[in-house]
């Protein structure tokens, strides 16, 4: 479980394919890299962290890099697959029992890619749209919460196929989302409250 508040910019150091996904290596900011010398709870293999809002396991651990392995399934519904060497991503460890709730219920079960089709500044601000899949709009509602490459947002407009949010210069800096432009994908995931909800009204398939 997440809270959809980044701890830090990673950078990708490298992927390599594998026979059924890609191993992703990623270098964590030095704000993660905690040990138990300076008192907190350092990474582990096993661990679970957001990447851009998708849930991985931590399989080893480098000086200064930790690794992870993306799937079949990882990559058909995430961007993934679409990152390169270089490229930054929002970083966020699991929330322990006795952490703050400053976001929203996160699962970092990603439900597909939006894509960014609009960027309005307004001074230091910026409000992004995105298009979605209609399984996805018929999810959304407005003031409702959403996460974003794993960022938690309120939504300010929300359409068939379509949303919007807007962005404080806090986030812009401190997120990815301050480096998106239009075309560039993101992951989306729908509120869980949302998804049960619906699930109620449809009923279960037996």
């Not at 849930?55 to 519904?77: M, R």
Request: with cysteine; net charge negative.
């Amino acid at each position: 479980m997440f809270t959809g508040l980044v701890e830090g910019l990673g950078k990708v150091a490298r992927l390599e394919v594998e026979s059924a996904g890609i191993k992703i290596v990623i270098a964590p900011p030095n704000n993660m890299l905690a040990t138990e010398s300076d008192g907190h709870q350092p990474t582990r293999c096993g661990d679970s962290i957001a990447i851009n809002g998708c849930c991985l396991t931590v399989i080893s651990i480098d000086p200064g890099c930790w690794s992870f392995q993306a799937g079949e399934e990882t990559l058909s519904k995430t961007n993934l697959g679409q990152l390169v060497a270089g490229d930054l991503v929002n970083l966020e460890r699991s929330l322990p029992a006795s952490g703050r709730l400053g976001g929203h219920f996160v699962q970092g079960h990603v439900d597909g890619i939006g894509t960014v089709d609009m960027l309005k500044r307004d001074d230091e601000w910026v409000t992004i749209g995105f298009q979605v899949p209609i399984s996805i709009g018929e999810m959304l509602v407005p003031k409702g919460s959403i996460s974003v490459d794993g960022v938690s947002l309120t939504i300010v407009i929300a359409e068939k196929a379509r949303f919007t949010v807007a962005l404080i210069p806090h986030t812009l800096s401190v997120t990815t989302l301050g480096h998106r432009s239009i075309g560039q994908t993101v992951n989306i995931e729908t509120d869980i409250l949302g998804k049960y909800a619906k699930q109620f009204l449809i009923g279960s398939p037996r």
